[in-house]
Structure formats: C-alpha cells, structure tokens
C-alpha cells in the first residue's frame, strides 16, 4: 500500500507563488510516475502535471504551461510542484497521485485519472484577487 501525503498549500494572492510537496511512503519511489490533479468547487478532478519514474519527461495541461513545474527527488521520495503566477481560477484542492510502472508513459496515460492507483487527501490552495 502507498500512502501519499501532501503538504505546502495555502492562501495566496493573485501572482503570488507556491510550492507543494507530496510524500510517498513506498520502498521504490522510483517505480512509479506520480502527477499532480486538481478540484475545484463544483468541477471535476483535473490534471494538473505529471513526471515520468526518472524525471525526464514531464507533462502539463495548457492552463498551468509555463508557470507550474514538477520535479521529484528519488532520494526523498518527494514530488514537488512549483506554482508561479497563480490565479483565482487555479483554486482547488491539489491532489498527488502515484501509478505504478517503471516504463514510459504518453501524455495521454499520464493526464487520465484512472492511470493512477494512489491518492492523497489533497491540500487546499486559495488564490486571492
């Protein structure tokens, strides 16, 4: 079983910045491709970025191109996002997820939600106007 645990949210005005954290508890972390997706009120989980077991290869929806990035840290079994230029629509409930496989994934795989066999609970980012 993988526990995953998030961390970093907050509250945060328009332009501001974040950066978010997810443990995992698992012996390889190296074995699986983690993402990030998101919630917000009334919507439906969305992808929000996901990397690859080695970090080479990463991948972002449109709306979070070029101000979120993701990173990992094999050695601490740590998944990171980056969050720049924040906007009120990016408030929502940041969910980390893990799906096991040491192989390559499409950006295809890595956007769906049901490629992903772990959760967390999920940190709750807020962005002021």
């Known amino acids: 079983q993988v526990q995953l645990v998030e961390s970093g949210g907050g509250l ?9 954290s997810c ?4 012996r390889a972390f190296s074995n699986y491709a983690m993402g990030w997706f998101r919630q ?5 989980r969305e992808f929000v970025a996901a990397v690859t077991w080695s970090g080479r290869n990463t991948y972002y929806a449109d ?3 070029g101000r979120f990035t993701i990173s990992r840290d ?18 929502a409930v940041y969910y980390c997820a893990a799906k096991r496989t040491s192989t390559y994934i499409s950006p295809t795989q890595a956007g769906r939600r049901d490629e992903y066999e772990y959760w967390g609970q ?8």
Do not use: C, H, I
């Not at 945060?12 to 978010?20: D, E, H, P, Y």
């Not at 917000?40 to 439906?44: I, L």
């Not at 094999?74 to 408030?91: F, G, I, R």
């Open 122 to 129: 999920g940190t709750q980012v807020t962005v002021s106007s």
């Open 74 to 91: 094999n050695a601490k079994n740590t998944v990171y996002l980056q969050m720049n230029s924040l906007n009120p629509e990016d408030t």
């Open 23 to 26: 443990v995992a508890s698992v």
């Open 12 to 20: 945060v005005q328009a332009g501001g910045s974040l950066r978010l």
């Open 40 to 44: 917000a009120p009334g919507k439906e």
């Open 63 to 65: 709306s979070v191109k």
